[in-house]
């Protein structure tokens, strides 16, 4: 019922730009955000953005804060992650999930998703 499914992934040269989508079906936007997270083989999941319906907040992890944006269309349940200035660093496997709280938490947002409402990731590959 409740799917989540990012896509958008693709090798770029550092520099370029990329946009995921995340289609979202089965919950609203207006009650869960939307938490844009990346893994790498060996390291631990980082959250990278987030993106609330309910009060419009937003927030980004300071290594990709001036370069990522988030946005979402609530008309066809998709959130979107624009990535400008892609660097090597930013390669990762990428995931979007239900999050539990607006991005503004006081107490943060990355340990508060869902943990059955996580979609399958898109690669981000930035060459140098």
């Known amino acids: 019922e409740v799917q989540l499914q990012a896509s958008g992934g693709g090798s770029v040269q550092a520099g370029g730009s990329l946009k995921l989508s995340c289609v979202a079906s089965?919950?609203?936007?207006?009650?869960?955000?939307i938490g844009w997270f990346r893994q790498v083989p060996g390291k631990e999941r980082e959250g990278v953005a987030c993106i609330s319906s309910s009060d419009g907040s937003t927030d980004f992890d300071d290594s990709v804060k001036g370069r990522f944006t988030v946005s979402s269309n609530k008309s066809n349940n998709t959130a979107y992650l624009q990535m400008d200035e892609l660097k090597p660093e930013d390669s990762a496997t990428y995931y979007c999930a239900a999050v539990l709280v607006p991005c503004n938490h006081y107490d943060g947002w990355v340990n508060y998703y869902a943990l059955d409402w996580w979609g399958k990731g898109t690669l981000v590959t930035v060459s140098s």
């Open positions: 089965g919950f609203s936007f207006d009650d869960y955000s």
